[in-house]
Structure formats: structure tokens, C-alpha cells
């Protein structure tokens, strides 16, 4: 059964940074595509980042590059997103999800951590 576990998320003003953090069980982690979703009020889930297998590639939405980062730790089957230069409009529910199946499809989804970034 694979789980993830998103943490790392809270409350940070305006030009702050947080870092969230995903833990990833039940499969074999290295193999795996790894993405980070958020979902603010009113609007629908969008893609923010993902990561490769191996960690080589990383593909970023516009609105985040140059200020956010996606890592993975393969040995801790973990993924994390660092978050730098916070805006008001990244507040969102952020979302890891695994693409296990095929490289384009991601059909496994974390619960969830709320990011606000106050003014």
C-alpha cells in the first residue's frame, strides 16, 4: 500500500521561506516520479514541480521558478520542496503526489499541508 505523508507547512510572511517535506512508503521509492501539487481557494489543483527517479531532472510551473526547489532523497525515500521568496499568491494546500504507473500519470496523492503567506 503506498502512502505519503506531506509536513513542513505554516504560516510565513511575505519574502519567507519554508521547506516541505514528503515521506514516501510501499513501493520502490527510486523508481518513482515524484510531483508537488497545490490546490488554493476557489481555483482547481496545479502542478508546481517535479523530480525524476534519479533526481536529474526537475520541471517547474513558471510562477515558482527561481524560487522554489524540489529534492529527493532516495536513501530516505523522501521528496522535499524548498519554498523561497513566498508570495501571498502561493497560498494553497500542497499536495505530494507519486507517479507510479506510468511517468505521466500521478495516481498516488498525500493528504495534504497548508502553506499561508501572509502581506
Known amino acids: 500500500q503506498v502512502q505519503l505523508v506531506e509536513s513542513g507547512g505554516g504560516l510565513v510572511q511575505a519574502g519567507g521561506s519554508l521547506r516541505l517535506s514528503c515521506a514516501f512508503s510501499?513501493?520502490?521509492?527510486?523508481?518513482?516520479?515524484m510531483g508537488w501539487f497545490r490546490q488554493a481557494p476557489g481555483k482547481e489543483r496545479e502542478f508546481v514541480t517535479a523530480?525524476?527517479?534519479?533526481?536529474?531532472?526537475?520541471y517547474y510551473v513558471d510562477s515558482v521558478a527561481g524560487r522554489f526547489t524540489i529534492s529527493r532523497d532516495n536513501r530516505k525515500n523522501m521528496v522535499y520542496l524548498q519554498m523561497n521568496s513566498l508570495k501571498p499568491e502561493d497560498t494553497a494546500i500542497y499536495y505530494c503526489?507519486?507517479?507510479?504507473?506510468?511517468?505521466?500519470?500521478?495516481?498516488?496523492w498525500g493528504q495534504g499541508t497548508q502553506v499561508t503567506v501572509s502581506a
Open positions: 503526489a507519486a507517479a507510479i504507473t506510468t511517468p505521466q500519470h500521478y495516481d498516488y
Open positions: 510501499g513501493r520502490t521509492f527510486s523508481m518513482v516520479r
Open positions: 523530480i525524476a527517479w534519479s533526481g536529474s531532472n526537475t
